[in-house]
């Protein structure tokens, strides 16, 4: 069966060091993206991905960067971790989006990040 | 600006029916997602509206009216499994068809 994977599920790090989230999706789909979630906001969008090469500035980009160099894989870099960043991290993906069609978003399990 | 509201947190009794509200302001309504999201785990999609009324969905529905900026997400015969966060997303063509996600309705089920 299809799935999306992230990994690791638990990270504890340090201020200032460069942390890298997996994110591995088998539906063979165009479309990825990185929310964060925190307590009283609704998921916000860090990065999004239309495609391989592609990548796009998402609501709260400062101090992440991502690459897309095929369709499976969307790594997430904290170049240098701040206290801000901790929070749980979701990549989800999705079909190409055309014309009125829905094409929902699936969800991979979430990376918990604490920065100290 | 983009803004989508949904209460808080509510409280219903197993068997019971309940209506999550949500509202939203967007520059290019383009859909309208409800997302199931148990404690500590991924959202799951429940359903989409694009097109004012009515979705059914077996124990689900999931109402929209555009002129109102107006969606709820109702559930019937509820089972304590339906103990969750429901998440209400908008697509809008103003943020390059990306979702805008309101803060979710933690929906806590009594025996």
């Known amino acids: 069966d299809a799935e999306i994977t992230q990994s690791p599920r638990h990270k504890i790090t340090e201020t200032g060091r460069q942390v890298t989230l997996a994110c591995h999706q088998t539906w063979n789909h165009n479309n990825m993206f990185w929310y964060r979630q925190d307590l009283g906001h609704g998921l916000r969008l860090i990065h999004y991905s239309y495609g391989v090469q592609d990548t796009n500035k998402g609501e709260v980009s400062d101090g992440y960067s991502v690459s897309r160099s095929n369709t499976e894989d969307l790594p997430l870099t904290l170049e240098s971790a701040a206290s801000s960043q901790t929070s749980v991290y979701f990549c989800?993906?999705?079909?190409?989006?055309?014309?009125?069609?829905?094409?929902?978003?699936?969800f991979g399990p979430g990376t918990r990040l604490t920065v100290l | 600006g983009q803004n989508i509201d949904q209460p808080t947190e509510m409280t219903a009794t197993e068997g019971a029916i309940v209506q999550i509200n949500c509202t939203y302001q967007?520059?290019?309504?383009?859909?309208l997602f409800w997302y199931q999201q148990h404690a500590g785990e991924a959202p799951t999609f429940l359903s989409y509206n694009v097109l004012d009324g009515l979705e059914e969905k077996g124990r689900f529905s999931s109402f929209l009216s555009r002129s109102k900026g107006y969606s709820y997400l109702l559930l019937k015969e509820l089972q304590m499994k339906d103990s969750a966060s429901y998440l209400c997303?908008?697509?809008?063509?103003?943020?390059?068809?990306?979702?805008?996600w309101g803060a979710g309705t933690k929906l806590i089920i009594k025996p």
């Open positions: 989800a993906s999705s079909e190409s989006t055309a014309g009125s069609s829905y094409n929902e978003q699936f």
């Open positions: 967007t520059s290019g309504f383009n859909g």
């Open positions: 997303a908008v697509r809008d063509r103003g943020s390059n068809y990306q979702l805008i």
